[in-house]
T-cell receptor
């Protein structure tokens, strides 16, 4: 079966760095997406990785290891507004997105 | 770019009535759109995949006669919740597939059935 695993909840301090991990098992693989979802709002696109390595976009970076079925989202210089759920989603061989349950990130002052 | 709108943003209706939700891709054409449902503090649940000009593909456990989907153009998909009941109260979110298979989400519609 297809499966995406990510931690349910994480807590970090304002100004710090946090890494949210995601492991995936899919039938075929065409890339890995990260989305941010604030409470009561729809998800917004953060990043897409299809090749191994690190993609940096401002304070946010995303890493992919295809051989390990593993990705992480790295958030630097955390701000209170980064408190949200972070969704990992893998694109399978049929180009369908398989969604993780999301990681709720709590930022403390 | 890649803006998706949804209308209405919230709706309250009586039990037994039908509610139509519109999803529009404003600045791009979307052959494929998706409809999700999300209950409070739960993850996104895919309801159906909507393809322009053809029948929608429903996920297991989603009643196609209750949740009618129409994707009549490359910029518009509609979801009609027929004979709504209180248990249908939820946050309904649509998304449109981009050229790299990413999904761009609409702002969501909060449905409350009394």
């Amino acid at each position: 079966g297809q499966n995406i695993d990510q931690p349910t909840e994480m807590t970090a301090t304002e100004g710090a760095i946090v890494q949210i991990n995601c492991t995936y098992q899919t039938s075929g693989f065409n890339g890995l997406f990260w989305y941010q979802q604030h409470a009561g709002e729809a998800p917004t696109f953060l990043s897409y990785n299809v090749l191994d390595g690190l993609e940096e976009k401002g304070r946010f970076s995303s890493f992919l290891s295809r051989s390990k079925g593993y990705s992480y989202l790295l958030l630097k210089e955390l701000q209170m507004k980064d408190s949200a759920s972070y969704l990992c989603a893998a694109l399978d061989s049929n180009y369908q997105l398989i969604w993780g349950a999301g990681t709720k990130l709590i930022i403390k002052p | 770019g890649a803006v998706v709108s949804q209308h209405p943003s919230w709706v309250i209706c009586k039990s037994g009535t039908s509610v139509k939700i519109e999803c529009r891709s404003l600045d791009f054409q979307a052959t494929t759109m998706f409809w999700y449902r999300q209950f409070p503090k739960q993850s996104l649940m895919l309801m159906a995949t909507s393809n322009e000009g053809s029948k929608a593909t429903y996920e297991q456990g989603v009643e196609k006669d209750k949740f009618l989907i129409n994707h009549a153009s490359l910029t518009l998909s509609t979801l009609t919740v027929t004979s709504a009941h209180p248990e249908d109260s939820s946050f309904y979110i649509c998304s449109a597939r981009g050229e790299w298979f990413e999904q761009f989400f609409g702002p969501g519609t909060r449905l409350t059935v009394l």
